[in-house]
């Protein structure tokens, strides 16, 4: 279960994105979030994500605080993006986290392969 508890977001400037948001969300249910522009829809989203922190609150994931991205959590953004950190290589890789390390690699070298990718796996 995806759990948020009064989750709140301010950021430095001052804006309040979020404030005291909270939700359950089990496992197969489809929600929507909607909203104007700027009311906190995309906040609310990275840090579900694990991408932004909240200022107070907790976001769970199966009683498991999400703080950084979770491999159990895939967000697609409006825009192309990568996790800046990681080599190609991880970026495809990143949600095949729970398979064994030797079959993650093989299936992420198949797909750097068949892209003609395979030179830039570590950039």
Known sequence: MLALDRVSKT?????QALARFSAEI????IIAIIGGSGCGKST???AIAGL????SGTVTLDSEAIASPHAKIGIIFQEPRLLPW?????????GLADLPA?????????ALERVGLADKAQA
């Open 11 to 15: 950021y430095p400037n001052g804006v």
């Open 26 to 29: 089990r496992q197969g249910e």
């Open 44 to 46: 609310l989203l990275r």
């Open 52 to 55: 932004d922190r909240a200022s």
């Open 86 to 94: 990681l080599s190609v290589a991880d970026n495809i890789g990143f």
């Open 102 to 110: 030797t079959e993650r690699r093989e299936k992420v070298a198949r």
